[in-house]
């Protein structure tokens, strides 16, 4: 079992960054990729980035690819989103995933262990 708490979210300017964070509780969290998702008001929720167990292999949406950066460190059993040069259609409640599959899933349903998300919002 895997508990997963985001945390750091806010409201920013356009152009501002903003560093997530996903802290999971248990001693198994290098055995999990994690994911990054997000869901708007009135849209579906996407992948935004993901990351193998080791760390070494990160994934983005192309929407997101250049401005944001996926890490974790397993010796903190935390992984990481750095969100830069955010735009207002960053908007969403981020979540992020855990999954015990190997490679990095791009589906929500894929995930086994998710947590209940923070809320992200950018201002133009």
């Known amino acids: 079992q895997v508990q997963l708490v985001e945390s750091g979210g806010g409201l920013v300017q356009a152009g501002d960054s903003l560093r997530l964070s996903c802290a999971a509780s248990?001693?198994?969290?290098?055995?999990?990729?994690i994911g990054w998702f997000r869901q708007a008001p009135g849209k579906e929720r996407e992948f935004v980035a993901g990351?193998?167990?080791?760390?070494?292999?990160?994934y983005y949406a192309d929407s997101v690819k250049g401005r944001f950066t996926i890490s974790r460190d397993n010796a903190k059993n935390t992984a990481y989103l750095q969100m830069n040069s955010l735009k207002p259609e960053d908007t969403a409640v981020y979540s992020c995933?855990?999954?015990?599959?190997?490679?990095?899933?791009?589906?929500?349903?894929?995930?086994?262990?998710w947590g209940q998300g923070t809320q992200v919002t950018v201002s133009s």
């Open positions: 995933a855990a999954t015990g599959r190997l490679g990095i899933p791009r589906i929500w349903g894929q995930y086994n262990y």
């Open positions: 248990g001693r198994t969290f290098s055995t999990y990729a």
């Open positions: 990351i193998d167990r080791s760390g070494s292999v990160p």
